[in-house]
T-cell receptor, first 114, second 114 residues
Framework: DAGVTQSPTHLIKTRGQQVTLRCSPI?????VSWYQQVLGQGPQFIFQ???????GRGNFPDRFSARQFPNYSSELNVNALLLGDSALYLC?????????????FGSGTRLTVV | AQSVTQPDIHITVSEGASLELRCNYS??????LFWYVQSPGQGLQLLLK??????LVQGIKGFEAEFKRSQSSFNLRKPSVHWSDAAEYFC????????????FGTGTQLKVEL
């Protein structure tokens, strides 16, 4: 079975641009969460979606948005990119809405803003 | 607000020596706890998790962790470290009713000397 798939693996953007990151969860998993990991730090929670509804939002500006599709895949959008948005963006997949179902992380998308 | 503390930023051990990585959390509700490992440029791999029941949990690669509610700790241990264990280790905490949000510590970088 395929694990959590994230695309692209790397990308470079210019300040002020917009970016879309994609995540495909494990088959049968209905929840997707997004995390930002800045170099040298632990991951920080951005969003959780379950059954296409937003179930949680971390302390991130409105430039960050996300959505989940009927096939449970998800996109994370970041507008008006800043240098500080450079990070590894991780997607986590889970069968249900609560964390006690367990999480599987993808390998991440490395975003560099120049 | 919930928080997770990993007091050791870097740890160096000799191959074959025992290892203990510390994790303390601050939470009001019943937590569920995870240890993840991350190799450079990679995503997070789950080592073990605690939801309820036996407070000593076994994980992959010979790791174990013990949940001590009285000390708000979930320390990771391994009796004999292998050179391939060199990586960054993250403790993460969620809680019932918190959705899929995990709060991560800042990580402990493990170096193994041959």
């Amino acid at each position: 079975d395929a694990g959590v798939t994230q695309s692209p693996t790397h990308l470079i953007k210019t300040r002020g641009q917009q970016v879309t990151l994609r995540c495909s969860p494990i088959s049968g998993h209905k929840s997707v969460s997004w995390y930002q990991q800045v170099l040298g730090q632990g991951p920080q929670f951005i969003f959780q979606y379950y059954e296409k509804e937003e179930r949680g939002r971390g302390n991130f500006p409105d430039r960050f948005s996300a959505r989940q599709f009927p096939n449970y895949s998800s996109e994370l959008n970041v507008n008006a990119l800043l240098l500080g948005d450079s990070a590894l963006y991780l997607c986590a997949s889970s069968p249900g809405p609560q964390g006690n179902y367990g999480y599987t992380f993808g390998s991440g998308t490395r975003l560099t803003v120049v | 607000a919930q928080s997770v503390t990993q007091p050791d930023i870097h740890i160096t051990v000799s191959e074959g020596a025992s290892l203990e990585l510390r994790c303390n959390y601050s939470y009001g509700a019943t937590p569920y706890l995870f240890w993840y490992v991350q190799s450079p440029g990679q995503g997070l791999q789950l080592l073990l998790k605690y939801f309820s029941g036996d407070t000593l949990v076994q994980g992959i690669k010979g790791f174990e962790a013990e949940f001590k509610r009285s000390q708000s700790s979930f320390n990771l241990r391994k009796p004999s470290v292998h050179w391939s264990d060199a990586a960054e280790y993250f403790c993460a905490v969620g809680f019932t009713g918190g959705g899929n949000k995990l709060t991560f510590g800042t990580g402990t970088q493990l170096k193994v000397e041959l």
